[in-house]
């Protein structure tokens, strides 16, 4: 069980706009920043966003991040099958001393 | 161009050691935290280790503090990570993460392609 929650798995129709939420708590995405990855089977994970909302150059504005509380949300618009992939959340935890991620969330693009 | 490459995963007895290596380059090498992220097969992400640009703090997961050591040498652009007394459920593929920027923040922006460890008798 992660402490931070992702839902296990999402889907949306192409040309649509899904969000991917992720809760954690006051130690960790309360007062640390959030980042964001994709992940296709068998590659390594890549970043999509970092610092809550900024995207690393050649990530498009179709992807976007923010936070609120201790929550942070990923929102892709105009889905595409390429965005078929595993998401993943992570920050610091504080108390922890350390980085967590989130249990990831498949994307499905029907 | 950024470059990372792990090296020295294998398979390994219940109990036994391996080390592993991480060369780096392509950036100012000691001015960038550094991670190592593993993946059981069919799993999530889990950060298990990571070390400061100058080396001089480290920070562990409880899954494998005092078992694991993060270090680097930037000399030679290279993190390593020794692993002992290890246990089934360290099987995963592990990966080395640079962190994107030097202040503070998250994200790993650069990722190696991973290494496979495989602890099994």
């Known amino acids: 069980q992660s402490v931070l929650t992702q839902p296990p798995s999402v889907s949306a129709a192409p040309g649509q706009k899904v969000t991917i939420s992720c809760s954690g708590s006051s130690s960790n995405i309360g007062n640390n920043y959030v980042s964001w990855y994709w992940q296709l089977p068998g590659t390594a994970p890549k970043l999509l966003i970092y610092?809550?909302?900024k995207r690393p150059s050649g990530i498009p504005d179709r992807f976007s991040g923010s936070k609120s509380g201790t929550s942070a949300t990923l929102d892709i618009t105009g889905l595409q099958t390429g965005d078929e992939a595993d998401y993943y959340c992570?920050?610091?935890?504080?108390?922890?001393?350390?980085?967590?991620f989130g249990g990831g969330t498949k994307l499905t693009v029907l | 161009e950024v470059q990372v490459l792990e090296s020295g995963g294998g398979l390994v007895q219940p109990g036994g050691s391996l080390r592993l290596s991480c060369a780096a380059s392509?950036?100012?090498?000691?001015?960038?935290?550094m991670a190592w992220i593993r993946q059981a097969p069919g799993k999530g992400l889990e950060w298990v280790l990571g070390i400061t640009g100058g080396g001089g703090n480290t920070y562990y997961a409880d899954s494998v503090r005092g078992r694991f050591t993060i270090s680097r040498d930037n000399s030679k652009g290279t993190v390593y990570l020794q692993m002992n007394s290890l246990r089934a459920e360290d099987t995963a593929v592990y990966y080395c993460?640079?962190?994107?920027?030097?202040?503070?923040?998250?994200?790993?922006?650069?990722w190696g392609q991973g290494t496979l460890v495989t602890v099994s008798s």
């Open positions: 392509g950036f100012i090498f000691s001015n960038y935290a």
């Open positions: 993460a640079k962190k994107y920027a030097t202040s503070s923040g998250h994200g790993f922006d650069y």
């Open positions: 610092d809550n909302d």
């Open positions: 992570a920050t610091w935890d504080s108390s922890l001393s350390g980085s967590l």
